[in-house]
């Protein structure tokens, strides 16, 4: 995958959670930047890190 739509696809939902209306939306935001975190930090054999997130607990646990 392109590494470049991967840091855009992070950056989007970064941006999205900073600007969710809702909390559970907040918290599905931030899950889908940091899947693309780990992708983006895959792909490049760990050249490029993020630092650990922290989330509410109900952040983990409801789906």
Known sequence: MDINYLFKRQQIETSRANSAASQ???EAHQ???VLYERQIELATSGTVTF???RFPTSALTEQ
Do not use: E, N, V
Request: charged share 45%.
């Open 24 to 26: 559970k939306a907040r």
């Open 31 to 33: 899950r889908l930047a």
């Open 51 to 53: 630092p650990p997130r």
